[in-house]
């Protein structure tokens, strides 16, 4: 993506001058995103589907938490929820028992699948297994950097470094190339790790597959939701610093209510990955992410619902990315994906039950979808049998 800035300096100059910084083009100015040559598929994306329904940024006045939502739709069931303790219910129908919830997993999840989906390397095994293509990559101890080192630079191509039991888009690095910027990455990953009492401390490095960021929600074998995830980012005008144009758009936000508890504070310490600070003042049309990575969890990232995008091969290969771990009923399945039309070169990155469903039935733009119905629906099927 190719970024042309205006020197800091004259950003800072105005300031000592006595002069504010002035105020970011109001959304009728928003100047075009320039692509330059080669752009990547996201920065493509949001040129093409997101910039032009800039003004259509959906404001949720009231939402309700991923359980809410689940019990919600039971109840549209006339299930009857009796609790048992503060995160587990059952589901009961005319007084049987159809199923339950412990936490924000259903009884659509087994065992097993919690088990191998809290690891990254252990799902990795399983889609290998199963053939569903997925990033090479392995897992490494922490205490064997040298080993890291070495994979880096056996697999020859930038690479992503994650923890192999992390959640929430934490700890995760992408597009690294060095030695120096490896190192990094590891205590990023490090500090980020968790751990339960099924997964060990591990690091996992893997190819980078760039591509745009899918979360799919696959129930049984239908994919009944899917959004990409886009980094925070912010379009240049020419004469607006970066930090005034993050501020605005963190604004215009405050009367989502879904996205409003979501946004970061954007320091010079939290540009500091993308080489840019809050003085920094972009050309017009420069389409500047602030993120490496779309964390939509307090990162600023946005969901843009693509359910009616997504071409039929690529909500095959979500599938398959669910049934390649056994007693799986109902998961998102993240994809990276060079095009929204066709499966080719695209790869499962990960599958995961623990998924919070509130993005699909609260996407930025786009239409919401029913996930907690096609869940509720898929329990009541399987009770049947």
Same mark, same amino acid.
């Given at each position: 993506m190719a970024e042309t800035y205006f020197p800091a300096a004259e950003g800072s100059a105005r300031r000592r001058a006595g002069a504010p910084p002035p105020p970011p083009a109001s959304s009728a100015e928003r100047p075009s995103v320039a692509l330059g040559e080669d752009p990547s598929v996201t920065s493509r994306f949001i040129a093409e589907q997101v910039e032009p329904q800039y003004q259509a940024l959906r404001r949720w006045s009231s939402t309700m938490p991923h359980d809410e939502l689940l019990q919600r739709a039971a109840r549209r069931r006339r299930m009857t929820i009796k609790k048992i303790t503060d995160s587990n219910q059952l589901f009961f129908l005319s007084g049987v028992l159809v199923g339950g919830m412990d936490g924000v997993i259903t009884s659509l999840v087994s065992h097993q699948a919690r088990r191998v989906s809290r690891s990254k390397a252990m799902t990795k095994r399983y889609l290998n297994s199963a053939e569903v293509p997925t990033p090479k990559g392995k897992a490494i101890n922490p205490t064997d950097f040298s080993r890291a080192v070495k994979y880096m630079k056996a697999l020859g191509k930038q690479v992503a470094v994650k923890p192999s039991a992390g959640r929430a888009a934490k700890g995760i690095?992408?597009?690294?190339?060095?030695?120096?910027?490896?190192?990094? !990455?590891?205590?990023?990953?490090? =500090? $980020?790790?968790?751990?339960?009492?099924?997964?060990?401390?591990?690091i996992m490095i893997e190819e980078y597959a760039p591509g745009l960021d899918v979360r799919c929600y696959v129930v049984g074998g239908e994919v009944v939701g899917a959004v990409v995830r886009l980094p925070l980012y912010v379009v240049g005008d020419g004469v607006s610093t970066v930090g005034s144009l993050a501020d605005a758009e963190i604004a215009r936000r405050r009367p989502n209510e879904y996205l409003k508890p979501r946004q970061p504070e954007v320091t010079d310490a939290f540009l500091a990955p993308m080489a840019v600070t809050r003085d920094t003042v972009l050309s017009a049309g420069t389409l500047q992410y602030l993120t490496p990575i779309a964390d939509t969890a307090r990162g600023g990232g946005i969901a843009v619902d693509v359910l009616d995008l997504l071409g039929d091969e690529l909500k095959d290969l979500a599938v398959d990315g669910?049934? !390649?771990?056994?007693?799986?009923? =109902? $998961?998102?399945?993240?994809?990276?994906?060079?095009?929204?039309?066709?499966?080719?070169?695209?790869?499962?990155?990960e599958?995961?039950?623990?998924?919070?469903?509130?993005?699909?039935?609260?996407?930025?733009?786009?239409?919401?979808?029913?996930?907690?119905?096609?869940?509720?629906?898929?329990?009541?099927?399987?009770?049947?049998?």
């Open positions: 690095s992408v597009k690294v190339t060095r030695e120096a910027e490896l190192r990094r !990455a590891w205590q990023a990953a490090m =500090a $980020a790790r968790s751990a339960t009492s099924e997964s060990r401390y591990l669910l049934w !390649a771990i056994p007693g799986l009923g =109902a $998961a998102a399945v993240d994809l990276l994906v060079p095009d929204l039309g066709s499966a080719d070169e695209a790869v499962v990155l599958v995961n039950p623990y998924a919070n469903i509130m993005q699909f039935h609260y996407p930025s733009y786009g239409q919401p979808r029913k996930v907690n119905d096609a869940i509720m629906e898929e329990i009541l099927e399987r009770a049947s049998r």
